[in-house]
């Protein structure tokens, strides 16, 4: 049995969409938060699925990514915000609040904040909830949905997106997560992986074809409008190719400089059986 971890946020929408697990023989799925999957996979409870590139980058010999996969941009990705009460210039030594549900996102506004701006933050963690944590502190991240709503109904807040900001300072590309599957699910299961591995490339494809039922789903779930969920689905890339790689690799370079890794891992990708047919689009 394959444990496939699903994280329910509007980001990872695209590769889950038409992701039918019981179409999948010998497949089951856990739903949960970007933090608790990456403890699953650590602990070898989820074998397969999204994972953090911070958390892939801490235990990168634990796992084999998954070819054409990921969650970036290029620029403002729209659900990974910073709220402040005062523009992040002024803030020589903030104290901030991280959501107690990211991994990628905490280290990436680690080191903007301290390489980039030359802040000298306190940090503390807290569950995302916007003004508890503004009543605590100079500065709160969150991520995911509970970002963009808060995003939505802000009228007092500065505002920074990470991925923005990430591109200001780089230039680059940034991953938000990749899909990675253990090493031993992978030589435990091969054909079962590369199925798993298919139907995630085909939602991928169908969605990216005709992004209204995106649309409608998330307007359904987060209300909005629909320019809105173009716009947004628009800014993201779910492949894992040149350009999100280069960003990808200057982010662990970033990230071990500050010793936050113990070294730059090496990315390696899976090697699956051949499957066959192809829907269009796969393999982006």
Known sequence: MLTVGHIDYMNTLPVFYYFDPAAIPGVRVVRSTPAELNRRM???????????????????????????LSVSAYGAVGSIFLFSHRPLHTLARPH??????????????????????GLRPTYAWAEPDLEAMLG???????????AMLAYRENRRYYVADLGELWRQYTGQWMTFAVWGVRRE???EDPEGVARVYRAFLRSKARTKADPTPL???????????????YRYFAGLAHELD????????????????????????????ATLPPVYGRAAGEGG
């Open 242 to 269: 040149r350009p999100q790689l280069e960003g990808l690799r200057r982010f662990f370079a970033e990230a071990a400089a500050m010793g936050a890794l113990p070294r730059v891992p090496e990315i390696a990708f």
């Open 215 to 229: 649309v409608r789903a998330a307007k359904a779930r987060l209300g909005g409008s629909d320019a809105e969920w």
């Open 136 to 146: 605590r502190g100079d500065a709160a991240l969150l991520i995911g949905d509970e």
């Open 185 to 187: 699910a992978l030589a």
């Open 96 to 117: 901030v609040l991280l959501t107690t549900r990211s991994a990628t996102s905490v280290q990436l506004l680690k080191i903007l904040l301290e390489r980039h701006l």
């Open 42 to 68: 650590r602990e070898g409870t989820v074998d397969i699925g999204p994972m953090s590139s911070f958390a892939y980058g801490l235990d990168a010999d634990r796992y084999v990514l998954l070819p054409h």
